[in-house]
């Protein structure tokens, strides 16, 4: 069964500063999603990750993909009030499905 | 209308009660599927819709009853629940991707979800 992790579940940190999340799974996948949750909120996409060695950026986000580690990352880089959310990631297996991971919820302070 | 719309946004229903949620995707897509949040627990798949064919059930009890008329509508009927079904109702969709022989989803397109309680 796969499995998808997320740590750490939950991170307060302050504006300006950088933080790192990361995402393991346990089987063989290459293709990775990260998705946005504000609260009451659905879910948005922010990005796909297609094969090893992916990395993609939108402002201060930076998302990577490295498949031999079955591990992904989402860089905060000079972290704003408005990053507050939960951030998924979710795994692609080879049919209709993705498996989510556990969810961390952000919180960013002045 | 533009993405995926659920309705009702909010519901509230007894045990005994027999009620529908309704997801509509205008994205052209083929694949629709149901999910099931609940605080504090990941994101629980319960049912996917590919070509209006169901291609998963995952385990999910009997008390709810998916239907997907065609590939822009999918209905989550729902009798007699029990209080721990309580959660936000999400639905999505996405256009299947056939890749180095393999079936994927490409990304998914949630709707705004139904916070259902059931007392």
């Known amino acids: 069964e796969l499995k998808v992790e997320q740590n750490p579940l939950f991170l307060s940190m302050q504006e300006g500063k950088n933080y790192t999340i990361y995402c393991n799974y346990s089987?063989?996948?290459?293709?990775l999603y990260w998705y946005r949750q504000d609260p009451g909120k659905s879910l948005e996409s922010l990005f796909v990750l297609l094969s090893n060695g992916a990395v993609k950026q939108e402002g201060r986000l930076m998302a990577s993909l490295d498949t031999k580690a079955r591990l992904s990352t989402l860089h905060i880089t000079a972290a704003v009030h408005d990053l507050s959310a939960t951030y998924f990631c979710?795994?692609?297996?080879?049919?209709?499905?993705?498996?989510f991971g556990t969810g961390t919820r952000l919180q960013v302070f002045p | 209308e533009t993405g995926v719309t659920q309705t009702p946004r909010h519901l509230v229903m007894g045990m005994t009660n027999k009620k529908s949620l309704k997801c509509e995707q205008h994205?052209?897509?083929?694949?629709m599927y149901w999910y099931k949040q609940s605080a504090k627990k990941p994101l629980e798949l319960m049912f996917v819709?590919?070509?209006?064919?169901?291609?998963e059930n995952n385990s999910v009890p009997s008390r709810f009853s998916p239907e997907c008329p065609n590939s822009s509508h999918l209905f989550l009927h729902l009798h007699t629940l029990q209080p721990e079904d309580s959660a936000l109702y999400l639905c999505?969709?996405?256009?299947?991707?056939?890749?180095?022989?393999?079936?994927?989803?490409?990304?998914?397109?949630f709707g705004p979800g139904t916070r259902l309680t059931v007392l």
């Open positions: 819709y590919s070509l209006e064919e169901r291609v």
């Open positions: 089987t063989t996948s290459d293709r």
């Open positions: 999505a969709s996405s256009q299947p991707l056939l890749a180095s022989g393999r079936m994927y989803t490409d990304t998914q397109y």
């Open positions: 979710a795994v692609a297996l080879n049919t209709d499905k993705l498996i």
């Open positions: 994205l052209g897509h083929n694949a």
